[in-house]
Nanobody
Framework: QVQLVESGGGLVQAGGSLRLSCAAS????????MGWFRQAPGKTGREHEFVAGITWNGGLTNYADSVKGRFTISRDNAKNTVYLQMSALKPADTAVYYC??????????????????WGQGTQVTVSS
């Protein structure tokens, strides 16, 4: 069983930057692919919008088109932590951001249903 705890959210002006962290415990972190997802205000249901993903060793990453070139996902397996560096933030990026972990194939996936473990989320608010 893997526990995930996000941190680093907050209020930032449009054009600003934030770095989210997700600390993992209770499992072999280096064996999991990781992803960041988000859920915008007013959205309900279990489906979260994919933001970025990274393979177990950090060798491959993928991004949603809406964040490509602005966000960077990375991981430090020695610290059991995955990061999401967000820059050039827009009000449309306002959401609760979740990290998630999965094992198995495919090595990268934007499908939240394939992720086994989820954090509790951290709020990111971008003001205009």
């Amino acid at each position: 069983q893997v526990q995930l705890v996000e941190s680093g959210g907050g209020l930032v002006q449009a054009g600003g930057s934030l770095r989210l962290s997700c600390a993992a415990s209770g499992g072999t972190f280096s064996s999991y692919a990781m992803g960041w997802f988000r859920q915008a205000p007013g959205k309900t249901g279990r489906e979260h919008e994919f933001v970025a993903g990274i393979t177990w060793n950090g060798g491959l990453t993928n991004y949603a088109d809406s964040v490509k070139g602005r966000f960077t996902i990375s991981r430090d397996n020695a610290k059991n932590t995955v990061y999401l560096q967000m820059s050039a933030l827009k009000p449309a990026d306002t959401a609760v951001y979740y990290c998630a972990a999965r094992s198995g194939y495919p090595l990268l996936s934007a499908n939240g249903l394939l992720y086994n473990y989820w954090g509790q989320g951290t709020q990111v608010t971008v003001s205009s």
